[in-house]
C-alpha cells in the first residue's frame, strides 16, 4: 500500500495526487511478479478514472475486484462477491499467493479475518490532515516483524513486514 507518513492513503475527497509515481512503478513489478491481486470496489472505480494507459501496464496480470454489489467491470478484470470467494477463485487458477492492496475496507476485512501474511507499505514524504486510512477502523492487532527497509526514490521508503501468526 501507498500511504502518507501518517498513514493516509487518499484524501478525503479520494485524491491520490500526494503520492509518487514510485508507488505505482513497484506495484506494477510486484504484481507482474506474483501474478495476481485484488481491489475493492472503491480503489477500482478510483484507478479506472486515471488519465493516462495505467492499466496496461497490468495486462499479464489476474485483477480480480470485490464487491458485494454487481458491477460492469472494464475488460481483462473479475468480480468476487467477497474476500473468501476471491481467494479461492485465485486458488483455483493456481495462485499460490495474491496482492491486496485496497482500499481500506478491503484491508480491514482481511486483517481482522487473518488473512494477510505480510504488509508492504510504500511510505511517501507527505502528511495528509484528513483521508482515507490505510485500514479502516475495525476490532483487529496485527503484530509484525520488520523483514526490510528500502528507499525506493523521490523520498519514498518501503517497509516489508511478516505478520505474526
Known amino acids: 500500500m501507498a500511504i502518507s507518513a501518517n498513514g493516509i492513503i487518499a484524501t478525503k475527497t479520494g485524491s491520490e495526487d500526494f503520492l509518487s509515481h514510485d508507488n505505482w512503478l513497484q506495484f506494477v513489478r510486484l504484481a507482474r511478479k506474483v501474478g495476481c491481486f485484488m481491489w475493492g470496489r472503491k480503489t477500482y472505480e478510483a484507478v479506472i478514472k486515471w488519465e493516462g494507459d495505467y492499466l496496461s501496464d497490468l495486462k499479464s496480470v489476474k485483477k480480480v475486484i470485490i464487491s458485494s454489489s454487481e458491477l460492469k467491470l472494464k475488460k481483462g478484470f473479475t468480480l468476487a ?81 511478516k505478520v505474526q501468526k
Open 81 to 161: 462477491h467477497s474476500p473468501e470467494e476471491a481467494l479461492k477463485m485465485l486458488a483455483d487458477e493456481g495462485f499460490k499467493e495474491a496482492i491486496i492492496t485496497g482500499g481500506s475496507i478491503t484491508n480491514s476485512y482481511f486483517a481482522k479475518k487473518g488473512l494477510i501474511d505480510e504488509i508492504i507499505l510504500d511510505v511517501n514524504p507527505s502528511i495528509i490532515g484528513e483521508g482515507i486510512p490505510v485500514f479502516a477502523p475495525e476490532d483487529f492487532v496485527l503484530k509484525l516483524d520488520l523483514l526490510n527497509v528500502e528507499r525506493v526514490g523521490n523520498g519514498v521508503v518501503e517497509f516489508r513486514y
